[in-house]
């Protein structure tokens, strides 16, 4: 059996799945916000108890924010930035007393959709999370594209793409640059945006939830949304080619995108409109996507 962990910055959940694909056990912990030790010492309290429940001894993969650098093994690009510079790797091996996988959380959020979820049975798939950050991964064939730098699929550090006036030079990002696409497409970011429109308080969510009941200064902020997502997944589209995009993170769940997006990313792709055929898709298992793809990291 596998176990898959995913490490949040509030929550750090685990799993474990049978031969099948078949859930045996669940469980999930507080992100300790203390120190980094702290949260390693969690997550293999997390993996010793699904042991316990299932009475069987476990492959362990990670899903993480962040890389590890291929150069000096320590984590970095990490939105919980206590993480970058800790070799976690090597230090959960220590306190799980094995060899552990690891790899970036959207990419565990594409191997799941990939392996048996939304894009089960396609070639090319693109995974995003728009939660708390913004990041993404690249599955192929089933199995994460790693990268010379480890960072593959990074798509929430570059720039918004095709920028208006009003949108430049964009908000000052946590990793140097500024107008990063995650300063836009975060929950926060469309929060702060919604506000400053509005002077309203909403969650993402919420927003949402009001353009479709009629809100019109949330429906123009949704809108707004809809098309700087266009325009940063035109971008991967037009280098990539994916067949399926799969979204995650809590705004995965806005029912709208994944009929507004794939209409105006057709103004910014690179292709005769009737021939785009890369499906933009909800994910199958939701919230547990991104745990069940950091199990999936150990294939059958
Ligand atoms: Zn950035």
């Given amino acids: 059996m596998r176990i898959g962990i995913d ?18 056990a669940r469980l999930r912990v507080p992100t300790p916000q203390g120190s980094y030790e702290e949260a390693v010492e969690a997550i293999a309290g997390l993996v010793a108890e699904l042991e ?9 993969g990670i899903g993480h924010p962040g890389a590890i650098s291929p150069a000096s093994g320590l984590i970095k690009n990490a939105n919980s930035t206590r993480l970058n510079g800790r070799p976690l790797r090597r230090d959960l091996e220590r306190a ?5 996988r690891l790899a970036n959380d959207a990419n565990c959020l594409a191997v799941s959709e990939a392996s048996d979820g939304a894009a089960a049975g396609c070639r090319i798939v693109f995974g995003v999370i728009l939660g708390t950050g913004v990041g993404g991964g690249i599955v192929i064939d089933g199995r994460p594209l790693t990268g010379a730098q480890a960072i593959a699929g990074e798509w929430g550090h570059n720039a918004l793409s095709l920028p208006r006036d009003d949108e430049r030079p964009g908000r000052r990002c946590y ?8 300063t836009w497409l975060s929950g926060p970011a469309l929060q702060g945006l919604f506000t400053a429109r509005t002077g309203r308080t909403l969650r993402a969510t919420e927003i949402a939830d009001a353009a479709l009941a009629g809100d019109a200064g949330a429906a123009a902020e949704i809108e707004l949304y809809c098309d700087r997502l266009a ?11 994916p067949d399926a995009i799969v979204l995650g993170g809590g705004l995965s769940s806005i029912a709208h995108l994944y009929r507004r997006v794939p209409n105006l990313w057709r103004n910014y792709v ?6 785009i055929v890369t499906k933009l898709l909800p994910p199958k298992y939701g919230d547990s996507s991104g745990v069940r793809g950091a199990a999936w990291l150990w294939p059958a």
Avoid: P, Y
């Fill in 7 to 24: 490490l949040g910055g509030t929550k750090i959940e685990g799993l474990v799945l049978d031969a099948d694909g078949s859930e045996r």
């Fill in 52 to 60: 316990r429940r299932v009475v069987a001894r476990c492959t362990v």
């Fill in 96 to 100: 799980i007393g094995r060899e552990v």
């Fill in 175 to 182: 990793c140097g640059g500024a107008g990063c696409i995650e």
């Fill in 231 to 241: 325009r940063s997944l035109a971008v991967v589209i037009n280098i990539l080619d």
């Fill in 270 to 275: 690179f292709s005769e409109l009737d021939s």
